[in-house]
Each structure stands twice: as structure tokens, then as C-alpha cells.
């Protein structure tokens, strides 16, 4: 948050409130099945077709609950944009 409002000249509460803001935005967009591009950053989406994507119910405990198996569940995913690319791996 420091960083932002540093080079926004904001305060660090403005920050704090613009950036849970957006990722609230973004988490939301993305639960409904809606797919968020941030052109050089990269995307979030939830894939469905995928199957890295998407975990099948499988056998096997789940610790919190000691259910046998572990219920199906579909997991967000973000690709990183180009120059994200480039600026962490020249």
C-alpha cells in the first residue's frame, strides 16, 4: 500500500480503500465466471474446461471435516501478461 500511495500521492488509506476495492471487483467478476484482463498484467479467470483447472471429486480424506472423499471444486487461474513476462524473466 506504501508503494501506491507513494506514487499516486494519495494517502495510505486511499490506497488501502482503492485496492480492496478493486480486488473485491475482480474476485467477484471472476466467481461469476467472468474472465478480468489487465492489458500487460495478465488475466484471472475460472476455467471449467480446463482440467488443471477443474479437480474432480477423488477419494481420499479431507482432514477437517474426515469426509472419504474430497468434493469437485474449480480453482481460478492467472496468465500472465507480456510485459509482466518480460520484466520478471528478460
Not at 488509506?13 to 480486488?23: H, N, V, W
Not at 474426515?66 to 469437485?72: D, K, L, M, W
Amino acid at each position: 500500500m506504501d508503494a501506491v500511495a507513494a506514487k499516486t500521492n494519495i494517502t495510505k488509506k486511499q490506497a488501502d480503500e482503492i485496492i480492496s476495492a478493486f480486488l473485491s471487483v475482480v474476485i467477484e467478476a471472476v466467481a461469476n465466471g467472468e474472465k478480468i484482463t489487465l492489458v500487460g498484467f495478465g488475466s484471472f479467470e475460472r476455467r471449467v474446461a480446463c482440467r488443471r483447472r477443474h479437480r474432480s471429486e477423488r477419494e481420499g480424506r479431507n482432514p477437517k471435516t474426515n469426509e472419504p472423499t474430497i468434493p469437485a471444486t474449480k480453482v481460478p487461474a492467472f496468465s500472465a501478461g507480456k510485459q509482466f513476462k518480460e520484466k520478471v524473466a528478460p
